[in-house]
């Protein structure tokens, strides 16, 4: 993706729909080498402190393969709606739910731009979105939605990439998504742009958009932000 694309445009939309749909078979496997697998406690980390009842939904927004959404119905055992702009993510999701042989009445998957969600007012308990806000071409107008489809006193969970502050650990930080991470991307996935792109919206991210703010307009109350592993990633947390 050019960086001179700007992030509320309806070419990084199409741009954004293009390449998930065309990594799919090979995200998880980036997903966790590339993390060395820490993603997968930043989820858990989200997650370790919040209560949903079991007859509870979340919207799991920018899903992909879903990794997000079963570690809700895992630790809550509410209903997961998977919501995202590429069709063969939500595959990839559907075949794991198969897979650990969950009942299909807890899943419901939506393919849609989480900037005009179908879905009705005070209808859901939790949103998680899991390094997806960045690739919105309209986060404000997301965080509307969000807001409106939230039940009272719902929560919102994101999990986004961010740039260390400190000096030396972002100069590696930056290495490594700049130089190694699409090299990586190219050999597993065949889509080098796909692994240029993240560095790329990554620093677009952190110059051009102030979140706490956008969550605060929105109408959001009670918002937190915590840096994780070095500051390479942000947990914001807010309620309704």
Same mark, same amino acid.
């Given at each position: 993706?050019?960086?001179?694309?700007?992030?509320?445009?309806?070419?990084?939309?199409?741009?954004? @729909?293009?390449?998930?749909?065309?990594?799919?078979?090979?995200?998880?496997?980036?997903?966790?080498?590339?993390?060395?697998?820490?993603?997968? %406690?930043?989820?858990?980390?989200?997650?370790?402190?919040?209560?949903?009842?079991?007859?509870?939904?979340?919207?799991?927004?920018?899903?992909?393969?879903?990794?997000?959404?079963?570690?809700?119905?895992?630790?809550?055992?509410?209903?997961?709606?998977?919501?995202?702009? &590429?069709?063969?993510?939500?595959?990839?999701?559907?075949?794991?739910?198969?897979?650990?042989?969950?009942?299909?009445?807890?899943?419901?998957?939506?393919?849609?731009?989480?900037?005009?969600?179908?879905?009705?007012?005070?209808?859901?308990?939790?949103?998680?979105?899991?390094?997806?806000?960045?690739?919105?071409?309209?986060?404000?107008?997301?965080?509307?939605?969000?807001?409106?489809?939230? @039940?009272?006193?719902?929560?919102?969970?994101?999990?986004?990439?961010?740039?260390?502050?400190?000096?030396?650990?972002?100069?590696?930080?930056?290495?490594?998504?700049?130089?190694?991470?699409?090299?990586?991307?190219?050999?597993?996935?065949?889509?080098?742009? &796909? %692994?240029?792109?993240?560095?790329?919206?990554?620093?677009?991210?952190?110059?051009?958009?102030?979140?706490?703010?956008?969550?605060?307009?929105?109408?959001?109350?009670?918002?937190?932000?915590?840096?994780?592993?070095?500051?390479?990633?942000?947990? %914001?947390?807010?309620?309704?």
């Amino acid at each position: 993706m050019d960086s001179k694309i700007n992030l509320n445009s309806d070419t990084k939309r199409e741009y954004v @729909k293009r390449m998930f749909n065309s990594i799919h078979k090979t995200y998880d496997l980036l997903n966790h080498t590339l993390s060395f697998g820490i993603d997968i %406690y930043w989820r858990k980390k989200a997650l370790k402190n919040l209560s949903v009842p079991v007859t509870g939904i979340c919207l799991d927004l920018a899903a992909g393969t879903g990794d997000f959404g079963i570690e809700v119905h895992k630790k809550f055992g509410s209903r997961v709606i998977g919501f995202d702009l &590429a069709k063969n993510s939500l595959k990839i999701f559907k075949e794991k739910i198969q897979k650990k042989k969950f009942s299909n009445s807890d899943f419901l998957f939506v393919n849609g731009e989480a900037e005009i969600l179908s879905i009705k007012d005070l209808t859901v308990n939790l949103i998680t979105i899991a390094f997806g806000i960045r690739n919105f071409y309209d986060s404000k107008k997301s965080l509307d939605e969000m807001y409106r489809v939230l @039940k009272p006193v719902g929560i919102l969970v994101i999990l986004e990439f961010s740039l260390p502050k400190n000096k030396f650990v972002r100069s590696i930080y930056q290495f490594y998504f700049q130089k190694i991470l699409p090299l990586i991307g190219k050999i597993i996935s065949t889509d080098k742009s &796909a %692994y240029e792109y993240l560095p790329n919206s990554v620093n677009l991210f952190e110059k051009e958009k102030d979140i706490t703010s956008e969550l605060i307009e929105a109408g959001f109350r009670a918002v937190a932000v915590k840096s994780l592993t070095l500051g390479i990633v942000k947990l %914001y947390q807010a309620v309704k």
